[in-house]
């Protein structure tokens, strides 16, 4: 089956609104072993609307339409589909109650343009929304059939799976299965040399990599008679990537990180002075971590070091704020202030003035103690401020998740 998405709305076309929804149904489709064949993004334009729809026809059998199925003047997905296929708007009487009793949930009065949104096709579908007021639609003519979704997520994604889903299992014939791997602690294009045999060993799959600053994510997809393949591929992949792979690609390494401080009973305090917090932050958004997170400090100046961390000031003058030997003061002597079982500690030059020859821009040192055991790590991060700070950030969770993980 030959699938389309048609996303209309000029917010969307403009790049006011990032087209999530269009990634979303375009990853559910691949993910089921459909074929996404076309997207196009058009303005809210019956005419446009007309075009958009001639030329995902060509490509596809099946179009999915997203937006412009609101109350107001400029929603007009309703309009152009029913003008494309040369059928009539009629009022339904059921989907006006529902909008009614919307509104009277939320003890409001029923504004009159939420009338607009009472029409379905003639001899089409309405697919209830038990999130907002706009129905979806379905509507089939020869060989050619539309959903039409509204915009927001909320509301787009139960319809999908409620009654998109259904449909595309049972008119894709063969359907994809899928394996996925979150590696961290390993550039893409490392990565990408270690497996590059599998890609011919395993000819059937298709092996497909996505790049972040703090993981690098393996998506595998084949067809379910190729089952034995990717069975296969796993079992060297993981082997060849034991040192990188946490998890599937929704495992968070922040959650890990906690989950091993739990289970093994430890604490964790953070000092911080290039990644101003960042640690700490992104570590806290993990929920249940205030059994195990005692204390974040950021130290940035030199006095703050001095004040908060008791670091001795001729060591500091001595070294420097950005060296390893104060990486090390600082994780040291967090432990005692703070009396956590595992601490690390970053001091950098994140950018992008400050660098010398000796210590450029991008140098971090880190430092991580557990139960008393020193390790020290030194970079070069390459990249502006943001960057630098996000891939300390990175490497300090890696480390941390395997320095636990090994206890």
Request: glycine content about 8%.
């Amino acid at each position: 089956m030959n699938i389309a998405i048609l996303s209309i709305g000029n917010e969307v076309l403009s790049g006011k609104t990032l087209n999530t929804n269009g990634a979303f149904i375009a990853k559910e489709v691949e993910n089921l072993g459909g074929k996404l064949t076309h997207q196009q993004v058009v303005s809210d334009e019956i005419g446009e609307i007309i075009r958009g729809l001639e030329v995902s026809y060509t490509y596809a059998d099946l179009v999915i339409t997203i937006g412009g199925l609101g109350p107001t003047v400029d929603d007009l997905t309703r309009e152009g589909v029913a003008k494309y296929f040369g059928i009539e708007l009629v009022y339904d009487e059921g989907i006006y109650q529902g909008i009614c009793d919307y509104f009277q949930r939320r003890r409001k009065e029923v504004p009159k343009n939420n009338f607009r949104q009472a029409y379905k096709f003639d001899g089409g579908l309405v697919l209830p929304n038990h999130n907002g007021t706009a129905p979806a639609l379905f509507f089939e003519q020869g060989n050619q059939s539309i959903f039409l979704l509204p915009g927001p997520p909320s509301e787009l994604e139960p319809i999908f799976y409620e009654n998109v889903r259904p449909y595309l299992i049972n008119r894709i014939k063969e359907r994809k299965i899928t394996f996925s791997y979150r590696l961290c602690g390993i550039s893409e294009s490392i990565a990408e040399e270690q497996i590059l045999h599998l890609y011919e060993k395993y000819p059937h799959l298709n092996i497909a990599p996505y790049c972040a600053v703090d993981k690098v994510d393996y998506i595998v997809t084949t067809q379910e008679c190729y089952e034995a393949e990717l069975k296969a591929f796993d079992e060297d992949f993981r082997c060849i990537m034991k040192d990188y792979y946490i998890g599937d690609q929704t495992t968070n390494l922040s959650t890990e990180i906690v989950r091993l401080l739990k289970e093994k009973q430890l604490t964790l305090a953070t000092a911080e002075s290039c990644s101003g917090g960042l640690l700490a932050s992104t570590l806290i958004n993990v929920e249940g971590i205030s059994t195990v997170f005692l204390e974040g400090i950021i130290c940035y100046s030199y006095e703050s070091k001095l004040k908060h961390l008791n670091i001795d000031v001729q060591r500091l003058m001595k070294f420097g704020a950005v060296s390893e030997e104060i990486a090390h003061d600082m994780a040291t002597n967090l432990k005692e202030i703070s009396g956590a079982d595992v601490t690390v500690s970053v001091t950098g030059i994140a950018g992008p003035s400050g660098g010398s020859k000796l210590k450029p821009v991008g140098l971090v040192y880190m430092a991580i103690n557990v139960c008393g055991q020193i390790f020290l790590k030194s970079y070069i991060f390459n990249g502006n401020r943001e960057k630098i700070r996000q891939r300390t950030v990175a490497e300090a969770l890696y480390w941390l998740y395997q320095y636990i993980k090994a206890l």
